[in-house]
């Protein structure tokens, strides 16, 4: 049976957009022959038709149409502009819901939720209760908390974000860890103990190396010394209602720059209040978009969940922050900590 080649058929504007990747301005009554034209009653007096490109080619078409004046072309030239990052956020939004599809269905082929990306460390010291949550990055990441206790009922916290990943950021992680242990047992205030940390993390890194952490001493009745060095500034959440204080009084990050003194802040906690430090891996995670997950939303969680136990905020405060990114295994840790002054444990 002998074919033959047939001459396409009128497209609709939109169709023929797409197939040819270029825009098109279309002013008066569509009488062109490569069009199917638009009803007569339509109060159309011009149309302006845009492919959407992707990397790989057109993903969309937008259509614009307006009674008057007519568009013209340096129009189509300025919208078809603008559709470039319009294009490129579709694209990651697509990705994105490729990707949290594969993890759902990975999670279900082996007989696990979303929330067993995240791991949460309890630790009940005294009159202070300190949960930790955890989602891992693709990356080895040296991300590190550490608590001391001392005989008298003081606790020593540190909650670090070293600068890099693999084994060097692993290295200089245990160094700081290390660091802190000697350091915290003499009995420093924080603010002194973040200066000599700093100084013998700048003579021993790799040049451009760092450690941003914040220090916290705590003791009973309540009392809370915080020494902030690099991280998102810490937030006390008062039990009774009020706005969350931020603790920023500090210094760099440890090891960043030749630094002698550290400034550092004292709170009074009631029974109830909490602490919320997370690291730039939490505050940071990014959506599709790369909108951040930011500081406005955690104080928001903070103040939604200030009367949970530690581990369900600091957990919730974690998987919220994974959910916005939409990430099995987010770029960088996200990493919480919450603590928690109990008067009557």
């Not at 200089?172 to 420093?188: E, H, I, P």
């Not at 103040?303 to 994974?322: N, V, Y």
Request: glycine letters at 12%.
């Amino acid at each position: 049976m002998a074919g033959k080649v047939l001459a396409p058929g009128r497209l609709s504007i939109s169709d023929w957009v797409f197939r040819e990747n270029r825009g098109v301005v279309l002013n008066g009554e569509i009488r062109d022959e490569r069009f199917r034209g638009s009803a007569g009653r339509d109060a159309i007096g011009s149309a302006m038709s845009v492919p959407i490109k992707g990397p790989g080619g057109p993903i969309g078409v937008l259509n614009l149409a307006r009674g008057s004046p007519e568009f013209s072309d340096t129009e189509l030239a300025a919208v078809e502009r603008l559709v470039v990052p319009v294009a490129r956020t579709i694209e990651r939004l697509k990705e994105r819901a490729l990707a949290q599809q594969a993890r759902l269905e990975l999670l279900a082929a082996v007989g696990r939720t979303s929330h067993d990306t995240v791991r949460t460390e309890v630790i009940h010291a005294g009159q202070f209760e300190m949960a930790v949550a955890h989602a891992p990055s693709v990356a080895v990441s040296g991300d590190l908390w550490e608590h001391i206790t001392h005989p008298e009922g003081a606790q020593v916290v540190m909650l670090a974000d070293v600068a890099g990943e693999g084994p060097i950021a692993l290295r200089d992680g245990a160094f700081a860890r290390g660091l802190l242990t000697a350091l915290a047992r003499s009995g420093r205030t924080p603010a002194k103990v973040a200066s000599s940390m700093s100084r013998e993390l700048h003579i021993h890194l790799d040049p451009g190396r760092y450690v941003a952490a914040w220090i916290a001493r705590t003791s009973p009745g309540g009392g809370l010394i915080s020494c902030n060095a690099g991280i998102p500034a810490p937030l006390w959440v008062p039990i009774e209602g009020g706005d969350p204080k931020s603790l920023g009084s500090g210094g760099p990050a440890l090891g960043a720059v030749v630094q002698r003194d550290y400034e550092q802040e004292m709170i009074r906690m009631l029974s109830g209040d909490v602490v919320v430090a997370v690291t730039d891996g939490t505050m940071n995670a990014a959506d599709a978009s790369g909108q951040s997950f930011g500081a406005e939303r955690i104080s928001e969680l903070a103040m939604e969940g200030r009367r949970q136990p530690a581990e369900r905020l600091a957990d919730t405060i974690c998987q919220a922050a994974l959910a916005f990114a939409g990430s099995f295994r987010p770029p960088d840790d996200l990493v919480v900590m919450v603590l928690r002054y109990v008067r009557d444990p």
